[in-house]
């Protein structure tokens, strides 16, 4: 089946302790990005990357990090976490012009 | 940069037409796509619409494009409890990075 797999669903971790959130994909798609949803700011992008070793910010980039060693892989690393980054985050991959493919996303909390 | 606008709430009764509303800015939009949301889950790709058409059909779904107002809608006939979600309006040019909508969220009471 196609799809884009994040891990974890959940994760409430403390703050300053690094994390990473895993994102998959098995379509073969260059396009890979990662956004944040949070309450009545819609979503908003993290970080996407146009193919491997290319990576370039999106719209809140600040307090994240991301690599694209391999076409399927897309990780988002939180260094140093902060409560402000206590979010919905989703991952999504596309291919052309027929729109994104969103993993079931990781409800993260920063206590 | 290019904004797409949507009304957060819509509230519709059961078997009524609901019609959600997108207006975007970036006139050299290309495609235009409908994602719909349910509690818990990711987005999920409902329909898309090339910008040379002004509609497209699938089942329930209409999608009707206005380019010259920048305007796209999507209709939802006989609507049910279960098309109850929020609905994501989003845009793209000639790059892959797509614009969003801040999402309208349909709620359908009997």
């Known amino acids: 089946e196609a799809q884009v797999t994040q891990n974890p669903r959940y994760l409430i971790t403390v703050t300053g302790k690094k994390l990473t959130v895993t994102c998959s994909q098995n379509?073969?798609?260059?396009?890979m990005s990662w956004y944040r949803q949070d309450p009545g700011l819609g979503l908003r992008q993290i970080y996407y990357s146009m193919n491997v070793e290319v990576t370039d910010k999106g719209d809140v980039p600040e307090g994240y990090k991301v690599s694209r060693k391999e076409k399927r892989n897309f990780p988002l690393i939180l260094e140093s976490p902060s409560p402000n980054q206590t979010s919905l985050y989703f991952c999504?991959?596309?291919?052309?012009?027929?729109?994104?493919?969103f993993g079931s996303g990781t409800r993260l909390t920063v206590v | 940069g290019e904004d797409v606008e949507q009304s957060l709430f819509l509230s519709v009764r059961e078997g009524d037409s609901s019609v959600i509303n997108c207006t975007y800015t970036d006139s050299s939009s290309t495609y235009l796509y409908w994602y719909k949301q349910e509690p818990g889950a990711g987005l999920q790709l409902l329909t898309y619409?090339?910008?040379?058409?002004d509609m497209k059909q699938d089942q329930r779904l209409t999608v009707l494009l206005n380019k010259k107002d920048k305007h796209l809608s999507l209709r939802i006939a006989d609507t049910q409890t279960g098309d109850s979600a929020i609905y994501f309006c989003a845009e793209r040019g000639g790059s892959y990075i797509p614009t969003f909508g801040r999402g309208t969220s349909l709620i359908v009471h009997p």
């Open positions: 999504a991959s596309s291919q052309g012009t027929h729109g994104y493919t």
């Open positions: 379509m073969n798609h260059e396009y």
């Open positions: 619409i090339f910008s040379n058409m």
